[in-house]
């Protein structure tokens, strides 16, 4: 293959942030060119197996510090073509409109400098053409009927227990939205994406395409519109003249080569995003590259029930319920799920939770079968005290790896302990024994604010940086709030927002 | 656990019958197949001492025969690689570095103390160093559980999906389940 010498549009990662902008662009007939720096996975290569997945995360080693130190690699960091979206669960439910206007309903957060009906637009856009599959009717937020193209995938055991226990206590519950397929679909420039299998993996990477990871979606579509992808490419650095980028270097396969861009693209996740421009030198003049690090509040409650689960089976997330979305004396709120778990993570996150060992270990692993899980995903507010850096410690690239400080704040703390006793509350009521809670964080956001002050964010409403004139960051460290939603679908929405933007740019003769 | 001997030899052929069926995706059986194949060797990262005191930690961890289930060696290859799971505790030093401190805490005799002095010994490892514990148990017990021998002993099956699964209800037994699971002469 020819290596491309010009590209009117780089996209650095090709997840959420970076997939739907480039798929925009080549079909608006721009010379787009990604670079991811994992490699391919697609769908006939994947194993049933976790550890022959390590492949799709991110495994450089991150450094995490604070009181609550954030698990990162298969917790929440992906890697290859499609991005974070190889392993997220396919759980896409929308943000709501006061998500965006924290600050204004709590005096706590930060406000979004953009409508929610801008987000709206882009919303009923990503969901048909993912393929989302979800109930006739949401019963929470605007605009809840006949959103989804197709009808939900089946509840697995989790979701049957949660739906009876949340009966139990008076909490509505309805089948979850989750962007994989309950009947085939065709797709432009992949093809006929068939229905799921349930084979409950999804976290591990779809073998089949049913999950709409952007490979198989808005990256395949950018391709057949003429945008090239270059896996295996790692970016080392920037060239600059004044207040512009000229373009890009990258590694591969032990070579280094430059590509001139007339726009960058920055689409590395809340992690990577922030440490290249801290490593680079880059739009940071209000120093805040890197602060209002956020991640989801995600205690889990897990709990072993007489009847047979077998957990592996099915979508993990089929259940959902957001009657806590508000909750008294609470700054936001958060969204209850069902979850199935495969048997290396639980077995670990067992350990790990529990402390347990020994013979207790394997005791309690005989009753995997038996086990199901509810999980929360709520709002976290950004602290001074939550924060990326670079360390002192050298990673293979001879680059500083990143030091990730995270420790909740009293809200935090509050939501979790509401939401654990709710949860044992609601596992009770549904017939566990020995129900146990795993503390965790999830998904990394913020680090790069979006903001119409270029004094207190790094860049403006559309993701263009302010300090510099053709660089834009579209992934999730621009959110200036975490949303009680899980954020895939919300940076696919500013993914397309920007993409917009920048074909408005590009009829102006601006680009 | 009548069948926990001959499960846990990686030819046996009731295991062998499963894995090499069409219940296995091609790249799944691949990944089981070549970890049941992977022998023990000597250890590169460790010395030969720390080794072995790494694996007595390791069994009374997440109990196992070394024999059968390499997991210290398998520890001792990643380190040599110098494989990360993409985080660690900034607390702690790197990950080899780290497992060795928690081995020189353990008392001179652990190794030819009796069940419960080790008990005692990595009790109270696990308060004074609880985030190298963490990390340590929590790495044995990924390579004991992505074990399809140790998965089929919990009568889990889920790799056996080359043909997805239609029961995922409460209480339902996948038809394809139970054909693995018979394969596998673990008929429940």
């Not at chain 1, 049933?48 to 799709?56: L, S």
């Not at chain 1, 989302?132 to 989790?158: F, Q, T, V």
Request: glycine residues 10%.
């Amino acid at each position: 293959m020819s290596l491309p010498t010009h590209a009117e549009v780089v996209v650095i990662g090709t997840g959420a942030g970076g997939a739907p902008l480039l798929a925009r662009l080549a079909q608006a007939g721009v010379k787009v060119v990604a670079l991811e720096a994992g490699v391919r996975h697609p769908p006939k290569g994947i194993a049933t197996d976790e550890v022959a997945q390590a492949g799709i995360f991110w495994m450089d080693e991150r450094l995490s510090a604070g009181e609550d130190p954030i698990a990162f690699g298969r917790n929440n960091s992906g890697k290859g073509v499609g991005g974070s979206t190889l392993h997220y669960t396919a759980y896409t439910p929308r943000a709501h409109p006061d998500d965006l206007r924290l600050f204004s309903e709590f005096g706590q957060g930060a406000d979004w400098p953009l409508e929610f009906s801008e987000l709206e637009k882009q919303y009923r856009q990503i969901e048909p053409f993912l393929g989302i599959s979800g109930p006739a009717e949401y019963p929470w937020g605007p605009d809840g009927k006949d959103r989804y193209r197709h009808p939900p995938l089946p509840l697995n055991g989790a979701a049957e227990l949660m739906a009876r226990g949340c009966e139990s206590l008076g909490i509505r519950t309805s089948a979850a939205p989750n962007a994989a397929l309950s009947r085939p679909q065709q797709q432009e420039g992949y093809g006929e994406r068939p229905a799921c299998t349930n084979r409950g993996f999804c976290q591990a990477g779809c073998s089949t395409g049913a999950k709409a990871s952007l490979d198989v979606t808005y990256l395949a579509l950018a391709e057949h519109h003429g945008a090239q992808i270059l896996d295996d490419s790692y970016v080392t650095g920037f060239r600059r003249q004044g207040d512009r980028l000229t373009g890009v270097e990258y590694l591969r396969g032990g070579e280094t080569y430059f590509l001139a861009a007339d726009v960058v693209v920055l689409s590395a996740g809340a992690v990577e995003t922030p440490r290249m421009l801290l490593m680079h030198g880059l739009a940071n003049s209000s120093g805040q590259v890197g602060r209002n690090f956020m991640a989801h509040t995600g205690v889990q409650v897990w709990g072993q029930f007489p009847e047979m689960t077998r957990p592996n089976k099915g979508i993990p997330g089929s259940l959902i319920s957001e009657d806590t979305h508000r909750v008294e004396g609470l700054v936001g709120g958060y969204l209850l799920q069902s979850i199935g778990v495969m048997p290396v993570t639980y077995a670990t996150q067992f350990t790990r939770g529990t402390g347990t060992w020994g013979q207790a270990l394997h005791d309690h692993m005989q009753g995997y079968n038996h086990v199901a899980g509810i999980n929360i995903l709520g709002d976290c507010l950004p602290y001074d005290h939550n924060y990326l850096e670079l360390s002192d410690e050298l990673d293979a690239h001879g680059f500083p790896k990143p030091r990730i400080h995270f420790t909740f704040g009293e809200n935090e703390k509050r939501i979790n302990a509401h939401a654990e006793a709710l949860m044992r509350r609601i596992w009770e009521a549904a017939g566990a024994q020995d129900i146990w809670a795993f503390p965790r964080a999830a998904h990394t956001i913020g680090t790069a604010r979006m903001g119409t002050d270029p004094a207190s964010s790094v860049v403006d409403p559309y993701g263009k940086a302010h300090d510099l004139d053709n660089l834009y960051i579209s992934d999730n460290s621009t959110f200036p709030s975490a949303l009680s939603a899980n954020p895939a679908l919300t940076i696919m929405a500013l993914s397309l927002r920007t993409a917009e933007h920048l074909l408005e740019g590009v009829r102006k003769g601006a680009l | 656990m009548s069948d926990q001997t001959s499960s846990s030899d990686p030819f046996s052929p009731a295991l062998d019958r499963l894995l090499s069926s069409s219940q296995l995706t091609g790249p799944t059986r691949q990944a089981l197949q070549s970890r049941l194949h992977q022998r023990p060797t000597a250890p590169q990262y460790f010395s030969v001492a720390e080794f072995a005191l790494l694996e007595q930690v390791g069994v009374g961890l997440v109990p196992h025969d070394p024999k059968a289930f390499p997991l210290a060696a398998r520890i001792d290859a990643r380190l040599q690689r110098g494989d990360s799971d993409g985080w660690r505790y900034d607390r702690l030093p790197p990950d080899g570095q780290a497992y060795r401190q928690l081995l020189a805490s353990l008392p001179a005799d652990f190794q030819t103390t009796d069940d419960a002095g080790r008990h005692a010994a990595l009790t109270q490892a696990q308060h004074d160093h609880p985030q190298i514990f963490e990390e340590l148990l929590a790495e044995l017990t990924e390579g004991f559980y992505s074990d399809p021998r140790n998965q089929l002993n919990i009568g889990y099956v889920g790799f056996a999906d080359a043909q997805g699964w239609t029961a995922t209800g409460l209480d339902q037994l996948d038809p394809h389940e139970l054909e693995a699971l018979t394969l596998a002469g673990k008929r429940p």
